[in-house]
């Protein structure tokens, strides 16, 4: 085996690609605080720019063509790679942190939105036993009408009693209810 001290990175790089691990670990020893450095500088974080690094150096591993020395030297390649990855990092990390805000908020929602299905529940509890203390002709012109969506002359029709008992029915006991909730605690 050959010394790797001697090669110049291009020919360092054509050993990856034959599959030889000590030409990237020569790679690595010649560049990697370079790359790492770049990355902790642009993260900020030691954890993600060493991923960041085992990821570009992984890349050159994989796909050695790549690196081009007529376009510039080994160094500015990793450099480069270092780079554009360790920004898609702070735009993910963006991203997530504006999606977790988002998130938040609409949790905030939510909890108003159960608590307010809570109350409209109690309160439908309320209306409810208040409709059944109703006299049974007071509670059959009121279901037909408000909660079975029909006019006061259908609810004659159905009931067999003139229109203006119907009224009259629907009247008073919209009133007791209206009582019997005001004093079970439902404000006006």
Avoid: C
């Amino acid at each position: 085996m050959e010394p790797l001290d001697d090669l110049g990175d291009p020919q360092v790089v054509v050993l990856i690609g034959r599959y030889d691990e000590r030409a990237l670990a020569e790679l690595y020893r010649r560049h990697g605080r370079a790359v790492y450095g770049l990355a902790r500088r642009i993260l900020g974080d030691p954890t993600e720019a060493e991923d960041v690094t085992q990821e570009v150096f992984l890349h050159l591993w994989r796909n050695p063509a790549r690196f081009d020395p007529a376009r510039g030297t080994l160094r500015t390649y990793l450099l480069t790679q270092v780079h554009g990855r360790a920004v898609d990092v702070v735009r993910s990390r963006t991203s997530r942190a504006r999606r977790e805000a988002r998130d938040a908020r609409a949790t905030a929602n939510a909890t108003y939105d159960i608590e307010r299905e809570v109350w409209d529940l109690a309160l439908a509890e309320r209306v409810s036993s208040a409709l059944d203390a109703l006299p049974a002709e007071e509670r059959a012109a009121i279901d037909l009408a408000y909660f079975g969506g029909h006019t006061y002359r259908e609810v004659a029709q159905m009931l067999s009693a003139p229109e203006g008992t119907v009224k009259s029915r629907i009247r008073k006991g919209l009133q007791r209810m209206r009582s019997s909730l005001v004093e079970g605690g439902v404000p006006r």
